[in-house]
């Protein structure tokens, strides 16, 4: 979780970020039994940066609400590309009202129901994304992640039905 936080830290330090779309994210989480505990509804708690026209940097906090506040504590952070067309354009143009995502990540942290960490190589994929930069906010629908936990060498899937973006 230290590193992910100093790479994100590093990422917002070395950018012009006058130049490129940053923002937050809100969105839920399906959890993986073979990943997390699998029990509860998650959300993810995020921040993002258009770092290039066709790569975007997330990083976020996976928390389970419940059934007990904090059981799951996972961060994650995903290098994606927009598979529709750009991110934004340099001068200020409109973009794609529609798009996608197709990245990939790392989810790392604490389940604490199996007492046991977490670190899983993700590969995710959102085919719906409505709105963007030069809109002010987007919306992701039906985010499908496929996980590959290291420690147990298993595989594992996530879900996210609904994203909520807005740019900064």
């Keep these: 979780m230290k590193r992910t936080t100093i790479t994100v830290i590093l990422l917002f330090a070395l950018l012009p ?8 994210s809100l ?3 399906g959890a993986s039994s073979s990943v997390a505990s699998g029990e509860g509804v ?15 940097v997330e990083a976020a906090v996976v928390l389970a609400l419940t059934p007990h506040l904090g059981q ?38 604490w389940d604490e129901r199996n007492q ?5 190589l993700a590969l995710r994929f959102i085919p719906f994304t409505i709105g963007g930069s030069y809109y002010g906010r987007r919306e992701r629908a039906l985010a499908f992640t496929l996980l590959y936990d290291l420690p147990s060498k298993g595989w594992g899937v996530s879900w996210s039905l609904l994203g909520f973006d807005a740019y900064l």
């Design 42 to 56: 998650h959300a993810t708690v995020g921040a993002f940066i258009a770092s290039a026209r066709r790569v975007e």
């Design 116 to 120: 046991r960490p977490v670190h899983s």
């Design 17 to 24: 970020l006058s130049a490129v779309p940053v923002g937050i």
């Design 27 to 29: 969105s839920t989480w």
């Design 72 to 109: 799951d504590l996972l961060g994650s952070i995903f290098v994606s590309y927009p598979f529709a067309g750009p991110l934004y354009h340099r001068g200020g143009e409109a973009t794609l009202y529609y798009n996608g995502l197709v990245g990939l990540g790392y989810l790392g942290g």
